[in-house]
């Protein structure tokens, strides 16, 4: 059973697809815990992808996932076509040179099923925090906003339905205490940022530690 189910089920659960043969893809899979959830759902005709050789080894036997080992890249999508009703990317597109993303989305884009879900997950770059999370990781190029997030997949064939905060569960009066500073602090940090820059439309509206956007290809 994947360790993060309680996260999956509350940020991913409503956008999966009722047909549990239905393709779905995790580009950039890590250590498989999403997939492993997928599985422990039923699904049948998931496709796991990463450079790590070892993680995707470790997934050979998980039931209804087929796991390969490969970079995440725009040629890689071009080789796994054939209409994905689910393209997962979680925390993987900011370790594209700004440079190079764009090509990898709109390879995503005509990935997609005519009526398929993206979903992209990233670190929030707009808290004072993604700059510790940038140094921690040499690997990380590229950090998004709420408002890059949705320009990098709007510019490149897709549409944007939803864009909200990841929610993490965190029971108990610590977890309401934790929540209800957060949000303080939030707001306060938000002030500073108008008196610093007047308003404007790129002030940061989502306080959560990680943004995810569920976007369409885009109908012609």
């Given amino acids: ?102 090509a990898l989305v709109a390879a995503l884009a005509r990935a997609l099923a005519p009526d398929g879900l993206l979903i992209v997950e990233v670190f929030n770059g707009a808290l004072l925090s993604s700059r510790f999370t940038e140094l921690k990781d040499p690997g990380i190029l590229t950090a998004y906003t709420e408002n890059g997030l949705r320009r990098l997949l709007e510019q490149n064939g897709l549409t944007v339905e939803q864009l909200f905060g990841a929610s993490s569960r965190r029971n108990g009066l610590k977890g309401a205490l934790y929540s209800a500073a957060r949000e303080l602090w939030f707001r306060v940090y938000r002030l500073l940022l108008i008196l610093e820059r007047g308003r404007d439309d790129e002030l940061p509206r989502i306080s959560s530690k990680s943004i995810i956007a569920v976007a369409r290809r885009r109908r012609a």
Wanted: charged residues 20%; aromatic residues 10%.
């Fill in 1 to 102: 059973m994947s360790p993060r189910r309680g996260n999956y089920e509350d940020n991913y659960g409503r956008f999966l697809p009722q047909d549990l043969e239905a393709p779905i893809l995790d580009l950039g899979c890590g250590q498989g815990d999403f997939v492993r959830y997928l599985s422990d759902l039923g699904y049948r005709n998931v496709t796991a992808v990463d450079r790590d050789s070892a993680a995707i080894a470790a997934l050979s036997g998980v039931a209804g996932v087929t796991a390969k080992a490969a970079a995440a890249t725009a040629h890689t999508i071009e080789q796994h076509p054939g209409g994905w009703a689910l393209i997962v990317a979680k925390q993987m597109i900011y370790y594209f040179d700004r440079r190079d993303a764009p």
